[in-house]
């Protein structure tokens, strides 16, 4: 401070000063001016005092009585506080480096936030009155505490909502529609010599995805592999019962498999108890064995390691090429879509179709997924879809092939299939008529859990464990999820729209002209 400066803050006139200088006044009039003084200092410093500020003044009142000198010192160090924080709060931050992966750039999120909370904790321990006063300290630090902790719950908030808008799993489902969701994490990613491979955690749970295209979901798996399942075995049964074959009760006895990878298709099989052996052939082994470890509750080792199950590596269609001799009562393709230069492309076309046809028992029946069967399909995609041309191709060497759907949530939409089997005209219409009674019956009578199959773990919670193991006691109706006698009928009820789409398209698959799905 220079000298002028210093001079007239000596010749500063306090209030107490003006007082001296007027005449002295009437008994008992000097105490109440001082007083309206102190009133009119008091008013002032409540009108313009912030919230903060004000409660301090209030307390400071009811403690110090008479003696304000003290508040303003302590509301001029919680102002000076209050501004420091208010400019560490708003102060910019260095830029983070772009990460090169989405779990590296979940991990910087929340380490930025991090720094924030221990810049505002550091900012806020530090400070107090600067008349030394032990009540302003303590009353100082019991705000800036509070402060503290409301910072630290709106960092909270504030990865909450980039959680919200975080990374996305997003896949396409038709020319203009895609699939969009949170992607929490990806477990597992890979690439064979087939084809590329992820497991990720994403809206539906755990996932299995190949050429970015899912298979299947934690949430929904159950719909698509019983649904793909029993409607062929339970009606294989039907037709040999009641055209008097495979013994008293019908029931098939042998299952090839074409694909499954997850192992969730031969799951379903072995929960039939007549069943007696099990061919599963895929071609890629890498799918398998990511199964096994991230996806058990889909069957994992206690289904690889089963004594019916027999597993090949290799082509499905050499398989059955090189295998004359082998029959089966069932066989079940359950492979990934016929998208162009896929490795199933060949396992829809009318060529293997009657390879397969070859390898089946009298009474014997076959299924395959079918890929999309939108309730109201969309004129402009007909040509993306390829549920009509395997209907029609199955019926080119069948004598039925029968299509139904079921939803699928995980795939963006209902999901098709197609059941192709031998006999008379009339025995097509039979599959969607059969008896609820009947379905249920045979559900009671050959249904039970795979013994060593963890199930899904219900509680919903991400990163959970799977549940408690089968021991293959649980039987009957409580063993599946989806299917049973009113389900069934409800497969087999293709919406009005979607029935006259199929009828309109006439197209055939074959090796020389194939179709491919979007």
């Not at 709060?89 to 930025?112: E, G």
């Not at 021991?471 to 063993?479: A, K, L, Q, W």
Request: proline fraction near 6%; aromatic fraction near 6%.
């Amino acid at each position: 401070m220079n000298a002028a400066a210093s001079t007239r803050s000596s010749n500063a006139i306090s209030p107490d000063s003006i007082h001296a200088l007027r005449p002295p006044p009437p008994h008992g009039k000097r105490r109440r001016s001082l007083v309206r003084i102190r009133q009119r200092k008091e008013k002032k410093m409540l009108t313009r005092t912030p919230p903060l500020q004000l409660a301090l003044v209030l307390a400071g009142a009811l403690i110090y009585g008479p003696d304000v000198t003290a508040v303003p010192a302590l509301v001029a160090d919680v102002t000076a506080a209050t501004r420091t924080r208010s400019r560490s709060k708003y102060a910019k931050s260095p830029k983070q480096p772009v990460a090169r992966d989405n779990n590296t750039m979940l991990l910087n999120n929340i380490s930025q936030n991090h720094n924030v909370r221990t810049e505002v904790e550091t900012t806020s321990g530090g400070g107090g009155s600067r008349n030394g006063n032990e009540y302003g300290n303590e009353k100082e630090r019991d705000t800036m505490n509070s402060n503290a902790r409301g910072k630290r719950d709106d960092d909270v908030a504030i990865v909450a909502q980039r959680a919200k808008a975080g990374f996305r799993y997003v896949e396409d489902i038709a020319p203009g529609l895609k699939l969009d969701m949170d992607l929490y994490s990806i477990l597992h990613t890979s690439t064979s010599s087939v084809q590329s491979i992820q497991v990720i955690d994403s809206y539906f749970g755990r996932t299995l995805v190949t050429d970015g295209k899912t298979q299947s979901a934690e949430h929904d798996e159950f719909v698509y592999h019983e649904s793909l399942v029993h409607p062929a075995l339970f009606w294989s049964a039907h037709l040999s019962k009641s055209n008097g074959g495979r013994g008293d009760d019908g029931a098939p006895r042998s299952v090839f498999i074409g694909g499954g990878g997850e192992l969730a298709t031969a799951r379903e099989v072995l929960r039939h108890d007549t069943i007696e052996r099990v061919v599963m052939v895929d071609i890629d082994p890498m799918v398998i064995e990511v199964s096994r470890e991230y996806l058990p509750e889909w069957g994992g080792d206690a289904v690889l390691d089963h004594p019916k199950v027999e597993y090949v590596v290799g082509d499905v269609r050499e398989y059955l090429r090189t295998h004359p001799h082998e029959k089966f009562d069932v066989a079940i393709v359950d492979v990934s879509d016929p998208i162009e230069a896929g490795p199933a492309v060949a396992l829809y076309t009318q060529e293997f179709y009657q390879l397969v046809s070859q390898r089946l028992n009298p009474n014997g029946a076959f299924v395959t997924q079918a890929g999309s069967a939108s309730f109201v399909p969309l004129g402009h995609a007909a040509d993306e879809t390829c549920f009509g041309p395997i209907r029609n191709t199955l019926a080119t060497v069948f004598d039925h092939a029968i299509p139904y759907s079921a939803p699928v949530a995980s795939f963006g939409e209902d999901w098709g299939f197609v059941l192709a089997f031998n006999g008379p005209l009339g025995r097509g219409r039979e599959v969607a008529d059969l008896e609820i009674g009947v379905v249920d019956d045979m559900i009671e009578e050959r249904i039970g859990m795979v013994p060593g199959v963890p199930e899904h773990n219900g509680s919903g919670a991400r990163g959970s464990s799977p549940g408690r193991a089968m021991t293959g006691y649980e039987r009957g109706g409580d063993v599946l999820r989806h299917y049973d006698g009113v389900v069934h009928r409800r497969l087999f009820s293709l919406s009005k729209p979607l029935r006259k789409a199929m009828q309109g398209d006439e197209r055939v698959m074959t090796e020389a002209n194939p179709i491919f799905m979007y």
